[in-house]
């Protein structure tokens, strides 16, 4: 009987002490970690990535980056950097002897350092020893790069007197009215690189005539506008064929929506679709068509010389809205059929500008049908004599492009790129650039090629 007791205290007691000891030796929480900012980042070619950890368990881990499996770092932060595009594999491993390990990844994406930013086509100044034409470049944080096209390019230049460019399926494609050099008639470039792909010169010889303008829907369709008309070029067989019914399409931009190119031709607006050799509709104005550009809703902004802006649809060619600024002369002179190979009309979202070739840039809210002056440049600028092409917007940062210079000849050296903004009670300038133009052509957003 005692000896039954006495192994029944036992038992009680080592049971005693192992729930005391359960309590006193509660497990460790398990290690979890993510890498700020998400499972996919991006960074430009050169620049710095910072990854940092952020890791939940506790606070005394042990770091391990990998690199496409090789091990970069021991440290809680990695930074980042390629000169190469492409993707990259980042693994981030932690652990803790009592706690095991937990790892997360990341894709990091090298993009080309032209990829976002602004250009401005130059068309060259032989005074300035210009051979041909030349690209500006200012990036999102507003650093400008002269002669992009020759920097990367080994010296090289553009074809003479380029007017357009276009950007589709990661190539830039950059017309020449008079060719030459080693760009010629056509240029295709890298469009995050500016590196030369390919270029037509002696191929487009009697094929084109004076090229200006360039619209693309795939690598083997690309649309010149010349002076015969709009010419389908297939680089593939090298054939040029004029699009019938664009006879004398306006020297000015065509807009891409929906799979297809939308141009002007007097009172016409002209629709073309892939693999077609002939216009598939035509939409008639009152008046002479002055700008043809690309909405944020993917329809069509179309500005008309008798002081009419209009809104068409990409597909069925209806007009959806129509606002008539005629009752305000001043606005409706920025809105006729200049010689500028840029549209009458630039826009952001809903809100349009328009300068014309003059120094008075007016803004015109589309659905409310306001318009109003908001600045004459002349007096915020000096040596704005001349305005060379018309007024771009910026439909990231609405910043408002106006390139003016001096004068021709020797005065085209004084010059200046002048960004407003128009956000607050009286217009400011964003920034300013001076005296590196050569006669812009047109002011190019890469965010409006998306």
């Known amino acids: 009987m005692k000896k039954n007791i006495i192994y029944f205290l036992s038992c009680l007691v080592l049971a005693v002490g192992l729930v005391s000891c359960s309590d006193d030796d509660e497990p460790l929480p398990l290690l979890s970690v993510l890498i700020e900012g998400g499972e996919t980042q991006e960074v430009v070619q050169g620049g710095t990535l910072s990854l940092k950890a952020e890791v939940e368990g506790s606070t005394e881990v042990e770091y391990v980056w990998k690199l496409n499996g090789k091990d970069v770092s021991t440290a809680s932060t990695y930074d980042f950097t390629s000169t ?15 706690q095991g390990e937990a790892s997360a990844k990341v894709t990091v994406n090298v993009y080309g350092k032209y ?11 032989s005074l300035r020893g210009d051979k041909g034409g030349s690209l500006i470049f200012i990036n999102p944080e507003g650093e400008l790069t002269e002669m992009a096209f020759q920097k990367e390019n080994n010296g090289a230049w553009l074809g003479s007197v380029p007017q357009d460019l276009f950007i589709a399926n990661n190539k830039m494609y950059i017309v020449s009215q008079n060719g030459g ?125 008798s002081g009419k802006i209009a809104k068409v649809s990409a597909k069925d060619y209806s007009i959806i809205k129509e606002n008539d600024l005629s009752a305000n002369a001043d606005a409706t002179k920025t809105l006729s059929a200049s010689f500028a190979a840029a549209p009458s009309i630039t826009a952001k979202g809903d809100t349009l500008y328009m300068s014309g070739l003059a120094t008075k840039i007016y803004r015109h809210i589309f659905s409310t049908n306001e318009t109003k002056l908001m600045v004459d440049a002349k007096e915020m600028v000096e040596n704005a004599n001349i ?64």
């Open 181 to 305: 050099n080693e760009g010629g008639f056509l240029t295709i470039v890298n469009a995050e690189t500016l590196k030369l792909e390919v270029a037509y010169g002696d191929d487009l010889k009697g094929k084109v005539s004076w090229p200006t303008h360039v619209a693309v829907l795939g690598d083997d369709n690309i649309y010149l506008r010349d002076n015969a008309g709009i010419k389908l070029f297939h680089p593939s067989t090298g054939e040029a064929t004029l699009i019938e019914g664009t006879k004398s399409a306006r020297k000015n931009t065509m807009a891409v929506v929906e799979g297809k190119v939308f141009a002007s031709q007097s009172k016409n607006l002209l629709v073309i679709e892939a693999g077609k050799e002939e216009v598939s509709a035509t939409v008639e104005f009152d008046a002479n068509i002055s700008g043809v550009l690309k909405s944020s809703d993917n329809n069509i902004w179309v500005s008309v010389s």
């Open 84 to 98: 190469e595009l492409g993707s990259y594999d980042v693994q981030l491993i932690v652990s803790n002897a009592g």
């Open 387 to 450: 305005v060379y092409n018309t007024v771009a917007v910026d439909p990231v940062t609405e910043g408002v492009y106006l390139n003016t210079i001096k004068g021709y000849g020797d005065g085209v050296s004084t010059n200046q790129i002048s960004i407003f903004d128009f956000s607050g009670a009286a217009p400011t300038f964003k920034a300013t650039y001076s005296d590196c133009t050569r006669y812009p052509a047109g002011t190019f957003f890469t965010s409006n090629f998306k």
């Open 115 to 125: 990829k976002y930013g602004t250009f401005i086509l130059n068309e060259g100044a």
